[in-house]
C-alpha cells in the first residue's frame, strides 16, 4: 500500500479492473482489485475513481453499475467528496494534508476522513 513512503490514498482506474471480455482474467482482476479496496477501506484510506483521459476514445464516466463496481459505490462516492473538500479547503491552508489537518486529526484517519466526506458532499466549488 506504500503508506510507508507517504501514500495517503488510492487512486483506482475502473475499466482495467474489470472490463474484459475473457470470464477468468476478469476474475482475477476483480480478486485483486476487492482485495486492494477492501484494504484501503481496513486503512481508512480514500479510494479515487476515474479513467484515465489521456488516449482517445476513454469514456468520459465509469461504468459504475458494473456488479464489480456497484458494491463500492459508497466508497467511491465518500472519495469523490473528499477530494472536492481538499480542492476547496486547500486554498485555505486547511487542504487534506495540511498543518491544520494533522492539527485537528492529529493520526485519527477516520475522523479526518470523515470530517472531509461530509464538507466535500456539502459544498461545491466556486
Known amino acids: 500500500m506504500h503508506e510507508s513512503h507517504g501514500a495517503v490514498l ?5 475499466d482495467r479492473n474489470w472490463n474484459y471480455a475473457d470470464p477468468e482474467v476478469k476474475a482475477k482482476k476483480v480478486t485483486h482489485m476487492n482485495k486492494i479496496i477492501d484494504s484501503c477501506i481496513r486503512r481508512n484510506m480514500p479510494v479515487f ?12 464516466v465509469d461504468t459504475f453499475s458494473e456488479p464489480a463496481l456497484a458494491r463500492y459505490l459508497k466508497v467511491f462516492v465518500e472519495g469523490a467528496a473528499i477530494l472536492n473538500a481538499h480542492t476547496i479547503l486547500a486554498p485555505q491552508g486547511k487542504g487534506f494534508l495540511s498543518d491544520w489537518a494533522k492539527e485537528k486529526f492529529g493520526n485519527d484517519k477516520k475522523a ?4 472531509y466526506a461530509e ?3 456539502k459544498n461545491h466549488p466556486a
Open 10 to 14: 488510492f487512486n483506482l482506474i475502473p
Open 49 to 60: 475513481v476515474g479513467t484515465e483521459m489521456n488516449a482517445a476514445g476513454q469514456k468520459l
Open 112 to 115: 479526518r476522513n470523515q470530517y
Open 119 to 121: 464538507f466535500g458532499t
